[in-house]
């Protein structure tokens, strides 16, 4: 009996590939910082109607510096964050491990706001069928 192929996932998260949420919205500022906004999605229920009654909306805001505005503008959804990393890191003159530790701050930071998603291509093991 065989086993099917199974998906290992990858090992270093430079890997992966961030693309922006479709729903979020950029505003720069006059130091070229950006600010994103998404709109908070609306559940259902109770509380749903509250919000739509007394149009208590909320948006999730995010002002960025230098660094993550550069991070951010760096995102196209082809570019690992290894790549992205790099450029931080020559934009800024930072060391090796200031800009990895930005870059991985900068994703945590926005993925926990859903801001971005990472995209992993997860190499399939192929396994004997013995």
């Known amino acids: 009996m ?14 992966a590939v961030p693309c922006h949420n479709p729903m979020a919205e950029v505003l720069l500022d006059q130091n070229n910082c950006c600010q994103i906004r998404m709109p908070v999605q609306r559940g259902s229920g109770f509380g749903a109607k509250l919000i739509r009654k007394f149009r208590l909306y909320r948006n999730i805001r995010v002002n960025l510096d230098a660094h993550g505005s550069f991070f951010w503008s760096q995102v196209d959804g082809k570019r690992d964050l290894r790549s992205i990393e790099q450029k931080l890191r020559t934009e800024f003159s930072l060391t ?20 971005i998603q990472l995209q992993v291509e997860q190499p399939v093991a192929k396994t004997d069928g013995k």
């Open 96 to 115: 090796v491990d200031q800009s990895r530790h930005a870059t991985l701050q900068f994703t945590k930071m926005l993925m926990l706001r859903h801001l």
């Open 2 to 15: 065989t086993k099917p192929d199974v998906a290992v996932p990858a090992k270093n998260p430079f890997e």
